[in-house]
Nanobody
Framework: QVQLVESGGGLVQPGGSLRLSCTASGTIFSAHAMGWYRQAPGMQRELVASITRRGMTNYADSVKGRFTISRDNAKNTVYLQMNSLKPRDTAVYYC????????????????WGQGTQVTVSS
C-alpha cells in the first residue's frame, strides 16, 4: 500500500515562505517522478511543479521563480519550497507519485496524500 504524507502547510502573510514536505512509503520512491498539485475552493486541481527521478524540474508559469521542488531519495521525501507567497497561492497542496509520458510531461499516478492547507493572508 502506497502512502504519501504531506506536511508543512499553514497560515503565512503575503511575501512569506513555507516549505512543504511529502514522505512516501510502500513504494520504490526513487523509481517515480514526483509532482506537487494544488486545489483552491471551486477550482480544478492543478500541477504546480514536478521533478523527474534524476532531478529535472518543471513548474507552472504561475509559480516560476518563486517555488522550488527538490527530492531526497535517501529519505523518500519530496519538498516544495515556496517563497514570495501571494494570496492566490492559497489552496490545499497535494503530492503525487507519477511518471513522464513520451513527451516528458508529468502524468499523475493513482496515489495521493491527504493534502496540506496553505493560506496566504494578512
Amino acid at each position: 500500500q502506497v502512502q504519501l504524507v504531506e506536511s508543512g502547510g499553514g497560515l503565512v502573510q503575503p511575501g512569506g515562505s513555507l516549505r512543504l514536505s511529502c514522505t512516501a512509503s510502500g513504494t520504490i520512491f526513487s523509481a517515480h517522478a514526483m509532482g506537487w498539485y494544488r486545489q483552491a475552493p471551486g477550482m480544478q486541481r492543478e500541477l504546480v511543479a514536478s521533478i523527474t527521478r534524476r532531478g529535472m524540474t518543471n513548474y507552472a508559469d504561475s509559480v516560476k521563480g518563486r517555488f522550488t521542488i527538490s527530492r531526497d531519495n535517501a529519505k523518500n521525501t519530496v519538498y516544495l519550497q515556496m517563497n514570495s507567497l501571494k494570496p492566490r497561492d492559497t489552496a490545499v497542496y497535494y503530492c503525487n507519485a507519477g511518471h513522464l509520458d513520451a513527451r516528458l510531461r508529468y502524468i499523475a499516478g493513482n496515489y495521493w496524500g491527504q493534502g496540506t492547507q496553505v493560506t496566504v493572508s494578512s
